[in-house]
Nanobody, 122 residues
């Protein structure tokens, strides 16, 4: 019904930048919060940043001042600008969205993308 497709991952040297994109498609009424999570090798998935439909943002402490989350509501897309990348930012990055598919009756879905790999070389 609803898909999230991420793009923009890749290999970058420490100190460099990457911009991730995540586009939602399918049966979408509206989208509530959107976010980025990551799973480093051998570790559990963790929250990176979230943004509400009104543009209120939240970041994990380790990326504050380096990463910027933004969204384009008209395009159902969320972005993650990653600057001053560190080796420890290496992970598979996942996009997440709370998608409202119907208001009457109310029905929403918690949707995940397939992930995009970000590798930071030291």
């Amino acid at each position: 019904q609803v898909q999230l497709v991420e793009s923009g991952g890749g290999l970058v040297q420490a100190g460099g930048s990457l911009r991730l994109s995540c586009a939602a498609s399918g049966r979408i009424g509206s989208i509530n919060a959107m976010g980025w999570y990551r799973q480093p090798p051998g570790k559990q998935r963790e929250l990176v940043a979230t943004i509400t439909s009104a543009g209120i943002t939240n970041y994990v402490d380790s990326v504050k001042g380096r990463f910027i989350i933004s969204r384009d509501n008209a395009e159902n897309t969320v972005y993650l600008q990653m600057n001053s990348l560190k080796f420890e930012d290496t992970a598979v990055y996942y996009c997440n969205a709370g998608v409202v598919v119907s208001r009457i009756p109310y029905n929403d879905l918690d949707v995940w993308g397939q992930g995009t790999l970000v590798t930071v070389s030291s």
